[in-house]
Every structure is written in structure tokens, then in C-alpha cells.
């Protein structure tokens, strides 16, 4: 018998998470119900990770120069998620995805009331049976987030803490998404 092979690729090891300050005891919840985002509708639970702190600033830095509230990043240990990896190009066709959607801004997307088409390949990915989906960085050569669709739940990855917070303090003539 010939076995089919799994369009995921499994992931472990530490990964960053950056939250509001005042949100750190809050680091493994899931989006507010009224929150959406390039992987999640409102409701949709996504834990938005980075693979190096750096990385993590830089996916934030933007937002935090918008709306100046304060951040940190916190190490999280992941370990065994099963996901789809957006640079895994035959794993994409596999499932159908068009990886290149994921990266159209899902915020004009939606300040123009059209779904963003992100949302579509991790629709695919998430009824696929993905723990959850690699983004390719728009903007950091070689940089990759990991978004897990569900965690430290029976059959999914685990996620814990694996340190303590770290402040993010932009230079205050950066660039919008830099250090």
C-alpha cells in the first residue's frame, strides 16, 4: 500500500510572542472576540509567533509606532505542531493554496469590506487538519512567523513560557515596521 504524503511539517523549538504590556499574564490566549488578523476572523482563535526576537519586534514595530502603547515579547517553547509551510511550495499545491495571497494586506482588505485572501488559505489549512501555517515575512529576508490554530489542547501542540518578558523599546526615528 502506497501512503499519501502529509502536507504539514512538523515544528518545534522557541518561538516569541509579542503582546500589550498589560496583557502578559494573557500571553497564550487566543485574539478578543472583536479582534481580526492576516490568519483569523473575529472569534478565531491564532497564536501569532515569530522564530527569533528580533523578528518579533519587527512584525509589531509598525502597529506600536500607530498606536504607542507599550509591548514586550515572551519566549514560548512550542512543541510538535503540524503545519503547513507557506515556503513549501508543492505542499501548497497539494492543498490548493496560493501562497502568494498571504501576502495582500489583510487591513485594506477588510477598511474595504472585502474578506482579506489570506483568510482563504487558512481556511484550507485549518480544514486540512493544520495545526497551523508558516508566514513567509513580507518584509525580514529569510523571516518567518509561526501561527498555530490551536494549542494545549488533546492532539494539538503544546505552547508554554520559557522566560521572562522581554520590553520593546523602538529607536524614535526607525522605520515604521524596523527597530
Known sequence: ?????????????????????DRVDQVLDPPG???AGRYHRLGE???Y???????????IAGYMR?????????????SEAAVLDQHDEQACRQLGIDR???????????????????WRNVD??????????????RMIPGGWHLNLFRWNELGGPCVEVCGDP?????????????L
Open 166 to 178: 522581554v520590553e520593546i523599546i523602538l529607536t524614535p526615528d526607525g522605520p515604521k515596521w524596523g
Open 124 to 137: 484550507i489549512a485549518r480544514s486540512a487538519g493544520a495545526d497551523g501555517i508558516i508566514d513567509r515575512s
Open 100 to 118: 502568494d495571497l498571504s501576502n495582500e494586506s489583510w487591513r485594506i482588505a477588510l477598511s474595504e469590506g472585502r474578506e482579506p485572501a489570506s
Open 1 to 21: 500500500m502506497v501512503g499519501t504524503q502529509t502536507p504539514f511539517r512538523k515544528v518545534s523549538g522557541i518561538f516569541f510572542r509579542s503582546v500589550m504590556a
Open 66 to 78: 500607530e498606536d504607542q502603547r507599550p509591548r514586550v515579547v515572551v519566549p514560548l517553547r512550542v
Open 33 to 35: 472576540p472583536a479582534s
Open 49 to 59: 509567533t515569530s522564530a527569533a526576537l528580533e523578528w518579533s519586534i519587527m512584525a
Open 45 to 47: 482563535p491564532t497564536l
